[in-house]
Each structure stands twice: as C-alpha cells, then as structure tokens.
Nanobody, 123 residues
Framework: QVQLVESGGAWVQAGGSLRLSCVAS????????MGWFRQAPGKDRELLAR????????YYEDVVKGRFAISRDNAQSTVYLQMNNLKPEDTAVYYC????????????????WGQGTQVTVSS
C-alpha cells in the first residue's frame, strides 16, 4: 500500500510562486506514474500535470501549461509541482496521485491519493 503525503501549500499573493512536494512510502515509487490534481470549493477535482515513472515524459493541462512544472526525484521518492505566476483562480486543495499506468491518471483513476495541501492565492 502506497502512502502519499503532500506539503508546501501556503498563502501567497498573486504573481508569486510555490513548490509543492509529495513524498511516497510503502511501494516502488520508481514504478509509478505520478500526477497533481486540485479541487477548488464547489468545483470538481481537475488534473493539472502528469509525469511518467522515469521522469522522461511530462504532460500538462492547458490551464497550467507554461506556469507549472512537474518533476520527480526517484531516489527521494518525491514528486514536485513548481507553480509560478500564481493567480487567485489557482486557489484550491492540491492533491498528488500515483498510478501504475500513466493513462490511469488522465482517466482520473489513480490507485493512490494523498490527503491534499491547501494553496490560497490572494489578489
């Protein structure tokens, strides 16, 4: 059973930056594709970015393309989300997720979810 723990969420002013981290334990991290999602109040959870098990493939949704960057360190069992030029509409709880297949993330069907970390962006 894989456990995922996110950190790095905070309050930040518009235009600022944050880096979220997600540490995995209990499984073979380097065999898992990883993704970041978010859920704002009253809205559905949305996929933001995905990364393949090796890190060689990264994929972004249009809403964050050019502003956010996903990366991973398999030696540290950690996936990151660098968020730049933050906007008030980025305010949400951010979740990391893990899947044995990359396509499971885009299908919103990962095997494992973290508990989330709050990001608040003020104007």
């Amino acid at each position: 059973q894989v456990q995922l723990v996110e950190s790095g969420g905070a309050w930040v002013q518009a235009g600022g930056s944050l880096r979220l981290s997600c540490v995995a334990s209990g499984g073979a991290f380097d065999q898992l594709s990883m993704g970041w999602f978010r859920q704002a109040p009253g809205k559905d959870r949305e996929l933001l970015a995905r990364i393949s098990w090796s890190g060689s493939g990264t994929y972004y949704e249009d809403v964050v393309k050019g502003r956010f960057a996903i990366s991973r360190d398999n030696a540290q069992s950690t996936v990151y989300l660098q968020m730049n030029n933050l906007k008030p509409e980025d305010t949400a709880v951010y979740y990391c997720a893990a899947a044995k297949l990359l396509m499971k993330l885009s299908a919103y069907q990962p095997e494992y979810w973290g508990q989330g970390t709050q990001v608040t962006v003020s104007s």
